[in-house]
């Protein structure tokens, strides 16, 4: 996880260190619904945690939604399991690239910081 979030392309290798520091435990890639995933950033008018300013979220998250809609199928997004609910690490763009696409579901992994919760959520999703 740690090389792909530092790869060309995510430049997120500070979070891919964080999750490392973690030791997580790994699923996927899964299909997950957007609905369900809890972003951390996004436009300052959804409940994100980091909001980010509205030209610089339109012009990405623009450019992701024509190549969805021109096919394209993007890696997998990086979800963390915290307290029973899906946190977004790495993808917030592609998400909401694939939502304006029409979309309503995208493939992620996802760390657990214990079987027993990574457990929990399997026999839930089944």
Same mark, same amino acid.
């Given at each position: 996880m740690a090389r792909f979030l530092a790869s060309p392309g995510s430049d997120n290798a500070p979070l891919g260190q964080m &999750? &490392?520091?973690r030791e997580l435990l790994w699923i996927g890639p899964v299909e997950l619904r957007i609905d369900q995933l809890n972003r951390l950033a996004g436009p300052a008018d959804h409940p994100v945690l980091?909001? !980010?300013d509205e030209e610089d979220w339109r012009d990405d998250v623009s450019n992701l939604e024509e190549?969805?809609?021109d096919?394209?199928?993007p890696p997998p997004v990086v979800v963390t399991y915290e307290e029973g609910q899906l946190k977004l690490e790495d993808g917030n763009h592609r998400v909401e690239g694939?939502?304006?696409a029409g979309e309503d579901t995208v493939w992620?992994? !996802?760390g657990f910081d214990s079987a027993e919760e990574r457990d929990r959520f399997i026999a839930g999703a089944a």
């Open positions: &999750l &490392l520091d980091v909001p !980010i190549k969805v809609e096919g394209w199928e694939m939502r304006r992620g992994v !996802i």
